[in-house]
Nanobody, 121 residues
Framework: QVQLVESGGGLVQAGGSLRLSCAVSGSMYSINDMGWYRQTAGKQRELVATITTRGTTNYADSVKGRFTIARDNAKKTVYLQMNSLKPEDTAIYYC???????????????WGRGTQVTVSS
C-alpha cells in the first residue's frame, strides 16, 4: 500500500526557515506530479507548490520567492524549503503525489497525513 509521510514541521519565528520532506513508500509503477498543499481551520486546502517529474515547478503567488519545491526521484521524496516565513504561513502542510500503481492504471492522487507549521510573530 502506498504511503506518504511528511516530516520537518514545527514552530519557528517570523523570518525563519523550515524544510519539509515527504517520502513515498510502497509498491507502485511510477510517481507523476508531486506537491505541497496547506490548510488552516475553517478554510479549504490550498495549493502551495507543485513539481513535475522533469522538475517544472508552480507556486502560489503568496509563496513565490520565499518557498522552493524540489524532488529526488531516486528517493521518491519531495521537499519544500520555506524561507522568510510569515505568521500567515501557519497551517497544516500536506504532501500530495500522483501515483500509478500499475503501468496499465491511471495516476491517482495520494495524500500524507500532514505536518504542522507554526510561525510566531
Amino acid at each position: 500500500q502506498v504511503q506518504l509521510v511528511e516530516s520537518g514541521g514545527g514552530l519557528v519565528q517570523a523570518g525563519g526557515s523550515l524544510r519539509l520532506s515527504c517520502a513515498v513508500s510502497g509498491s507502485m509503477y511510477s510517481i507523476n506530479d508531486m506537491g505541497w498543499y496547506r490548510q488552516t481551520a475553517g478554510k479549504q486546502r490550498e495549493l502551495v507548490a507543485t513539481i513535475t517529474t522533469r522538475g517544472t515547478t508552480n507556486y502560489a503567488d503568496s509563496v513565490k520567492g520565499r518557498f522552493t519545491i524540489a524532488r529526488d526521484n531516486a528517493k521518491k521524496t519531495v521537499y519544500l524549503q520555506m524561507n522568510s516565513l510569515k505568521p500567515e504561513d501557519t497551517a497544516i502542510y500536506y504532501c500530495n503525489a500522483e501515483i500509478k500503481e500499475y503501468y496499465f492504471t491511471a495516476a491517482y492522487g495520494h495524500w500524507g497525513r500532514g505536518t504542522q507549521v507554526t510561525v510566531s510573530s
